[in-house]
């Protein structure tokens, strides 16, 4: 599967080494250019790219960057992606940490996720947000096996969703099927699923309990 991803850090860079390992065909790229990326590349095999050719042909692309960049990808940063293809929003927000105050979270109640895909102008997938990074390198199982972690994965477009869920299991991982994008808040950070490492039991319970009102460590 060709894949794209977009953004370098903790979470990209691994799941860039697992894909390529997995043998999908990697695009890599950050904002500060994909001579950045030389080291990554020899790495993994994975194709180091300019932000705006990373879902060129891409069946699946992860948008792996702190929130408020968001709003700097460049316009029509999908264009040229395969049909149908699968968006997977990784982020976070950290209004005190990072991310300073985004008024359309604050003041309009949109979800993370649902802030970014109208940014994006595209529906993504949540999925990998509550992951360490280090787990996707070393906690993965394979199917069945008493120990494996299960992700929450939420999304509004069915066919996508499976389609992430899909590659998650080659990855490694079992899934729980978090809802729609406006549901998503039942994964973002301080919530008793976000950074959870237990299986599907355990991930569904999480999700059943979480609050819908933003914790104060959480606002901006």
């Known amino acids: ?4 991803i977009i953004g370098a850090g903790n979470i990209g860079g691994n799941l860039t080494r697992r894909l390529t390992a997995l043998g999908h065909d990697v695009s890599v790229a950050n904002s500060r250019g994909p001579h950045t990326l030389t080291a990554l590349a020899e790495e993994t095999g994975a194709t180091p790219v300019p932000v705006q050719e990373a879902a060129r042909g ?9 929130l408020k960049r968001v709003p700097d990808l460049p316009s029509g940063v999908l264009d040229g992606a395969a049909e149908g293809v ?31 895909e109208r940014h994006l102008g ?9 992951t ?5 390198l070393d906690r993965h199982r394979p199917a069945g096996a008493p ?44 919530t008793p699923v976000y950074g959870l490492r237990e299986g599907v039991d355990g991930v569904t319970k999480a999700l059943a309990e979480a609050s819908p009102e933003r914790p104060a460590a959480f606002r901006g």
């Open 1 to 4: 599967m060709k894949i794209g």
């Open 58 to 66: 891409a069946e699946i692309v992860v948008v792996t960057i702190p």
């Open 86 to 116: 699968a968006v997977i929003d990784t982020g976070n927000y950290y209004p005190q940490q990072r991310d300073g105050r985004i008024a359309g979270i604050e003041d309009e109640g949109l979800t993370e996720s649902r802030w970014t």
């Open 122 to 130: 595209h529906p993504v997938i949540k999925a990998f947000n509550g």
């Open 132 to 136: 360490y990074a280090q787990d996707i």
């Open 147 to 190: 120990d494996r972690i299960a992700l929450p994965v939420a999304g509004d477009d069915e066919a996508a969703k499976a389609k992430v869920r899909a590659l998650i299991d080659e990855l490694g991982f079992d899934t729980v099927d978090a809802g729609g994008i406006d549901d998503s808040w039942r994964q973002q950070p301080d």
